[in-house]
Structure formats: structure tokens, C-alpha cells
């Protein structure tokens, strides 16, 4: 076979002609190149000899002589899946390291260090669906929260305002490293579900941002943190089972928190108060479809996860049990917040819409749960056992 | 018994390759040991008295230890070398628009080379101007850029600042091995008819593996047929044969060291028996 590179140098891409055309000859083919470019003769004798291929200077145009390690390198080489969402495989392997999902890859290199690689541990049907979801709703905090409203507030008022932001922040702490952790694990052969938690953790940064910003919109000096509330986060983040810590923080505790949220929307004393809280709920909504989706899923590839999800839950109560749960100046503030003034009357008010909300909270705890497939009178057991933080 | 074999740390990465090739060749039940030298010659002195069983040997290193060791009545092989290491030749280069078509237009010149030792930069791209009438001294001023003394040109800095020292206009010719000239051209020190290639040396072998008088034959030959062995199918071999640069290992040949040999002598740079002539050499 005769090639012709005209006066193109192998050193100025002239080498991807060759290489091509020596693709599909087989070894021991001879591949005659022809060419202008002065140097082209040592060059092919050193980019041949480079390659593995053979060379022949005897005749007019210098010869390559297809060699075996372009083929030697790839015989050993495989699939990592298929890249569309319907590619996945059950089992990722750690040797494939960083590889897209898709590509042809070649043996050797580190192994990654990943311990989540198997589909049923941490895939969810649902996952491209609530990433692309997600990825198209982020909002701008600057933009999206009308920060120079005007209002104004009692000081006991936008104190409870102060101290329920607090809270919430250090709960979006907890919300957001779980998931980085989780990624740091994971097998990108699983690239949805760890999409699904990036932008989950970008949202908790967001969130941290505007509750942050409200905080101190009028105020120098934060609320307090409570010890106990601080035992009930540190729970979550020390559990290292990804459907265990998606039960947990997902479903019931952001579940709970879709509650709390609303409540904030609804009560609200001032405008910003209410735009943050509702930007938040928005995303946390598409949170607990996650975790309830991979829980629905694992639970279906394990029968046995039930069992697991309610002893993890039986087991953070116990831990929990000698602990203060929510803060009382969280519980407290949140009765001010909602009652918006300093008389009987409207501490009354706020007072009943806790109470309301603990019950709404209960109740959707016991709503998911029976949605997993817990039986209704286990369900009602498990959400009374959940952490009294809420989260 | 073990196989102690001699290699010179030119680069880091020589730590990384044998330590990898060291772990397989025991792992196929050879006991095979190595250890590092700073240069080639005591590598060379070493093998022919027997301090160690094998060395991998330059191509200069191999002409010392084979005279070396014809003084001393000792038998030396080339065991095996890489694919990579036959047939390769030096250039002789110039820029592009110097008007310079071929050797004869060097008279009077400056010519860069390569470190002292460099066979590939300087002995035989030296060699090959002295047979057309050009020497140091007399109608040609070299230009020597030491880089690397003691590795036998195994560090490429000499050749680079030669070439870079050609694009300056320093000098008015530059030497390197072939695969310089190509690897130059991709980095973009030269660029497209920056440089003209005036001539080619003939072809010439480069490093090879050599067993010394004191290997035992039985070792020496499982060495042999476990390094023609090594399959670049095999992914942990292949990065340390991407490493080492060959794809795979050839039996030895010592056919392509003569025009090295009588570039030696030209220079008066090792004696018939393997003494250091050079006065400009320091390793």
C-alpha cells in the first residue's frame, strides 16, 4: 500500500495519515509513504521505531512495516458499559478508574479508590431525570431573594428570625458534606447519582448562603447552638452506609425539614424570610424524591434493607436518647417567629402552628415510610423515633 | 546466587523501572538484584572485574567494558537489547535558510555538539564530519554543551541547548540523534523549515544489556529469556516498557557498534584497552 503526505511533516500531524492507514492493514503489512517534506524520511524511521513498526530505507519512499504493539496494547481491553443512562453495569470495577462510562479501556493504571460499585447500593431510576431537574433550577441568591425589601421587626421578632437561621445552617452544613462524602466514594461508572448529589451539595451551599445573608441582614450577633442538635447531625454524618445515610438525612430528615420549611414560608414575619425559606423547600423537594427513588430502588434489588433502614433508625435513637434533641430557643423561636408579635393572643398562634407542624412532620415521616413498604403501624412507630432535631 | 545487575540513574524514573522489573524477574524465580551508578564508566570498570554480573550498558559503555575486558583476558555478551536501540542514526542540522546544502558547506563553521560523552551528539556525528574533511581545530570550531557528563548522552539538555544555540544563531550547525530532531520539531523549538537536515550518519546500535565474567551462565541465560519474554500485552510490564521506551526486548548484536568503535579512536577517547584518554573528560 502507497500513502502520499504531499509536504506535510510527520513532525506537523503528518503521522495521523500513516497511522491511519496502517489501522486496518494487518502485521507485517508494508505501507510505502511518500512525501516532500525533507525530513520525512528520518522522521518515519524514528516515529516507526517509536511505535513498534519496522522500517525499510532501501527503496524510493521510505516503508513502514506494521509492527504488533498498537494491537498488543488494546487486546486486553474492554467496555466500561455503555454510556446512555440505560448503560450502567451491576458492578462497576475499580480498574476502569476515572474512565467515561462508554470507553474502551485500557488494562493497567491505579485502581480508583472507590467503595460504592455496585449498582444496587446507590442507583436510583430516577437519577438523570432529578439531576437535569436540578441542573436547570439553581438560582442566583443575589437575584433571586429580594434582600432590600423593606420591613421592619420588634427585636424579640427578628431575634427568633436570627436564631431559627442559626439552626438551619448548621443543619445545610450537615446536608451538604454528607453527599461530598459520598462522591468522594462513589464509581463514576454511576455518574447520575453522583450529578444528582453535586447539585445537591451546590444547593445546600446556596442555601447556607441566603440563611447566612438573612441572619445577619439586621443583626450582628447569631443565635445560639444547641449541644444536643449539634449529637443528632453528628449522627448522620457518621454513618458511612449510603442507603442508611439516605434514609436518614433524606427521607426522614430533609423529609421533615419539607415541613419545617413551609411552615417558615407561611409564618413568615418578613419578605426575605419567606423568599429564602421558599427557594430552599423547592430544592429540598427534589432531595427527598432522590432519596426516596434509590431507597424504592435498593429495596427492591434487597428485601433485607427494610430491616436495616428501621434498626439504623432504632439505633440513632438510642444514641440520641440522653441528648436534648432541638434546642429550646430553636422550639421557642419558632413559636415567636410564628406569632409575629409579643401578646398572648399571638404567641397562642405561633403556638398552635408548632404544634401543627410537628404533626404535619409526623405524619409525612409516616406517609414515606408506608411509601417504602413499611406495614402503617410500623410506620407510625419508626417516625416516633426519629430525632427530635427534626433533621 | 544472585544476578547483580549495574544500571546508570540518569533519571529518576530508572529507580521506578527496575524496581518493576526487578519484582518480575523474581517473581519468575530468577534472583536478580540491582544497584545505581552515577555514571557508566565505574559501571563499566565494575562488570569486568566481576563486582557485578551485568550491566545496562550504553553504547560508549559497552566499547569501554569490551576493551576493558580484552585487556584483561575477560569474556563479556550483549545479551539482549531493545527494539528501540537498532539501527538508530545522528543528523547533522542547520537552519533553514543558512544557504548551507550539505557538509562541504561547513568549512570554516561552528558546530554545536552534545556533552563530551555523547555518542549519539558528538563522537559520531564528529566521526562522520572528520571522514568529509572537517575538524576540530583545524577548519571546524566546535561548540561543546556538557550537560550530563557521565551519561553518555543519556540526558538530552546537551543536544537541546546545541538546538537551541542553532535556532539563536550561535552556532552554524548543531548534532543530535535522530529522534531529537523529531522530538524538537513537537516541542516547537523547531518550527516548519526552521532547520535543515544536511546529512545522516549510517545506522548504528545503541544500549545493550551485558553479562560480565563473574554471571553464572545458568542465571544469565534465564535473564535472557525472561526479558524476550516480557510481553507488551501485559499492562504492568507495558508501563515500565513505555518507561524504558521499547515495546519489546531483541537479542544482543554488537554489529552496530563499529562506527562508534573508530569514532573512539578518532578522538582519543578510551585507549585500546579501555583507559581514559579524554583530558577534557570528567565524570
Redesign the interface.
Given at each position: 500500500m502507497t500513502i502520499d503526505l504531499e509536504d506535510l511533516g510527520l513532525d506537523a500531524g503528518g503521522y495521523l495519515i500513516v497511522q491511519r492507514a496502517l489501522r486496518d492493514l494487518p502485521i507485517g503489512s508494508r505501507l510505502a509513504v511518500h512525501g516532500r517534506d525533507p525530513a520525512l524520511r528520518v522522521h518515519l524511521a524514528v516515529w516507526s521505531r517509536e511505535q513498534g513498526h519496522g522500517i525499510d530505507l532501501s527503496g524510493p519512499a521510505p516503508t513502514v512495516v506494521k509492527g504488533s504493539a498498537t494491537t498488543a496494547r488494546w487486546s486486553r481491553a474492554r467496555r466500561a458499559g455503555d454510556p446512555g443512562p440505560d448503560g450502567t453495569l451491576p458492578h462497576a470495577d475499580v480498574r476502569w478508574g476515572l474512565a467515561m462510562r462508554g470507553a474502551l479501556v485500557e488494562e493497567g493504571g491505579p485502581p480508583l479508590h472507590a467503595d460504592l460499585i455496585d449498582r444496587g447500593v446507590v442507583w436510583a431510576e430516577a437519577a438523570q431525570q432529578l439531576y437535569q431537574h436540578g441542573a436547570a433550577r439553581q438560582w442566583n441568591p443575589d437575584t433571586a431573594v429580594r434582600w432590600d425589601a423593606p420591613f421592619a421587626l420588634p427585636s424579640e421578632i427578628e431575634g427568633a428570625v436570627v436564631q431559627v437561621m442559626t439552626y438551619l445552617v448548621e443543619n445545610e452544613y450537615a446536608a451538604m458534606q454528607i453527599p461530598a462524602g459520598f462522591i468522594a466514594r462513589m464509581h463514576p461508572h454511576y455518574r447520575e447519582v453522583m450529578q444528582v448529589l453535586a447539585i445537591q451539595v451546590a444547593d445546600e451551599a446556596r442555601h447556607v448562603e441566603v440563611f447566612t445573608r438573612r441572619a445577619m441582614l439586621r443583626s450582628s450577633e447569631m443565635g445560639v447552638s444547641g449541644a444536643g442538635g449539634r449529637a443528632s447531625l453528628q449522627t448522620l454524618l457518621d454513618e458511612t452506609d449510603f442507603s442508611l445515610a439516605a434514609f436518614l438525612l433524606s427521607v426522614l430528615g430533609e423529609g421533615s425539614f419539607l415541613d419545617l420549611l413551609e411552615f417558615i414560608t407561611r409564618h413568615a414575619p418578613d419578605p426575605v424570610t419567606r423568599e429564602v425559606a421558599g427557594l430552599a423547600l423547592r430544592d429540598e423537594r427534589r432531595h427527598v424524591a432522590f432519596g426516596m427513588a434509590h431507597l424504592k430502588y435498593a429495596a427492591d434489588a434487597d428485601r433485607a434493607l427494610l430491616g436495616r433502614l428501621r434498626t439504623a433508625v432504632e439505633r440513632r435513637h438510642d444514641a440520641l436518647a440522653d441528648t436534648a434533641g432541638l434546642n429550646q430557643d430553636v422550639f421557642d423561636s419558632l413559636v415567636v417567629l410564628a406569632a409575629h408579635a409579643w401578646t398572648p393572643e399571638s404567641l397562642r398562634s405561633g403556638w398552635n402552628a408548632v404544634q401543627a407542624l410537628q404533626k404535619a412532620m409526623n405524619e409525612g415521616r409516616q406517609r414515606r415510610l408506608v411509601q417504602l413498604g413499611f406495614p402503617s403501624d410500623e410506620a407510625v412507630e419508626l417516625s416516633a423515633l426519629h430525632t427530635r432535631n427534626f433533621m | 546466587m544472585t544476578l547483580l545487575m549495574g544500571a546508570v540513574a540518569y533519571d529518576p524514573k530508572v529507580v521506578t523501572i527496575w524496581e518493576g522489573f526487578r519484582r518480575f524477574l523474581v517473581d519468575h524465580g530468577l534472583p536478580f538484584d540491582f544497584i545505581l551508578y552515577s555514571h557508566y564508566e565505574r559501571q563499566a570498570e565494575d562488570l569486568v572485574a566481576g563486582r557485578i554480573d551485568a550491566a545496562w550498558n550504553s553504547p560508549l559503555a559497552w566499547v569501554r567494558a569490551r576493551r576493558l575486558a580484552g585487556a584483561a583476558g575477560a569474556r563479556l555478551e550483549a545479551l539482549v537489547m531493545r527494539?528501540?536501540d537498532r539501527?538508530?542514526?545522528s543528523?547533522i542540522v542547520v537552519r533553514g535558510g543558512s544557504g548551507v546544502e550539505s557538509l562541504s558547506g561547513l568549512d570554516g563553521a561552528t558546530v554545536g555538539v552534545g556533552a563530551v560523552d555523547s555518542p549519539q551528539a558528538t563522537l559520531l556525528p564528529l566521526s562522520l564530519l572528520r571522514n568529509h574533511g572537517l575538524a576540530a581545530g583545524t577548519n571546524l570550531t566546535i561548540r561543546r554543551f556538557d550537560v550530563g557528563v557521565g551519561l553518555h548522552g543519556d540526558h538530552v539538555g546537551g543536544e537541546r541547548d546545541a538546538a537551541r544555540a542553532l535556532i539563536a544563531g550561535e552556532v552554524d550547525a548543531a548534532c543530535m540523534i535522530?529522534?531529537s530532531?523529531?522530538l524538537f520539531?513537537?516541542e516547537g523549538l523547531?518550527t516548519?523549515s526552521s532547520t535543515?537536515?544536511i546529512a545522516?550518519t549510517e545506522p548504528y546500535d545503541h544500549c545493550n544489556m551485558t553479562t560480565g565474567p563473574s554471571a553464572d551462565p545458568v542465571l544469565a541465560a534465564r535473564f535472557r529469556e525472561l526479558l524476550l519474554g516480557m510481553?507488551?500485552?501485559d499492562?504492568?510490564l507495558?508501563?515500565l516498557l513505555d518507561l524504558e521506551?521499547l515495546?519489546?526486548w531483541r537479542p544482543g548484536r554488537t554489529s552496530g557498534y563499529q562506527a562508534l568503535e573508530s569514532a573512539v579512536d578518532e578522538a582519543r577517547f578510551y585507549g585500546e584497552d579501555g583507559a581514559l584518554l579524554a583530558d577534557d573528560y570528567r565524570p
Open positions: - | 527494539d528501540t539501527d538508530l542514526r543528523v535522530d529522534a530532531h523529531l520539531a513537537r523547531f516548519a535543515r537536515i545522516e510481553s507488551y500485552e499492562a504492568e507495558r508501563s521506551g515495546k519489546t
